[in-house]
């Protein structure tokens, strides 16, 4: 099996390529910092398995690079694993045909069993990741857009007190990466783009 790497960190490459080398009969891996040099190695390799990071420094944004891999591999199995970006990004890139989408913060062990299921030909999504399209879905419907998770309205409350991503990961005892995840999950349901505007707008809902 080939399988390609797209992370402009070398730190998490290494990661990601030790998890592949210890679960996967892996022939060869490839890596790739950026969406050119991916799709030069998506067009000469061919791989099997594609692990994208959402962000990146080039310009191509990444439901367009998962286009244009789909593109080049229609048989090929294309997993964005991300530190949860934007819901609206990650809902662009399964509309481009990604076959699942994972969190940095998954355990190796799920991480693995996850891969396990897509390359078997399953769709898997990460549930946190599904709770918040499901909400996005809800408020299309006219439900409430503004239905915060009980781990949500608590990171909110300490955002409200000043904290950094790092200070709320210590006092909920959770990883600055997911802290991450969950205030860009509290920025996509506030429809705000800073911490000042998500408070602004859920004082005025309510929710603090």
Do not use: W
Request: charged share 25%; aromatic share 2%; net charge negative.
């Amino acid at each position: 099996m080939r399988a390609l790497i797209i992370d402009d960190h070398p730190i998490a490459r290494r990661g990601l390529r030790t998890v592949l080398h210890e679960t996967f009969p892996i022939e060869e891996c490839f890596e790739a910092d950026s969406a050119g040099a991916a799709l030069e190695l998506a067009r000469a390799h061919l791989p099997d398995l594609v692990l994208v990071d959402m962000r990146r420094p080039d310009t191509m944004p990444t439901p367009e690079l998962c286009r244009q891999l789909r593109s080049t591999l229609p048989e090929g199995s294309i997993v964005i694993v991300t530190a949860f970006d934007r819901i609206g990004d990650i809902r662009d890139c399964l509309q481009a045909g990604i076959n699942g989408c994972l969190l940095k913060d998954t355990s190796e062990l799920d991480m693995t069993a996850a891969l396990r299921s897509i390359l078997a030909g399953e769709y898997i999504i990460d549930p946190r990741i599904a709770q918040r399209l499901l909400g996005e879905l809800i408020g299309a419907r006219g439900g409430s857009a503004l239905r915060l998770t009980e781990r949500e309205r608590e990171v909110l409350d300490l955002i409200a007190e000043g904290r950094s991503n790092r200070a709320i990961g210590e006092q909920l005892h959770l990883s600055e990466a997911t802290v991450k995840g969950y205030v860009s999950s509290l920025l996509d349901k506030l429809n705000a783009t800073s911490r000042l505007e998500a408070l602004v707008r859920a004082s005025d809902a309510g929710l603090i």
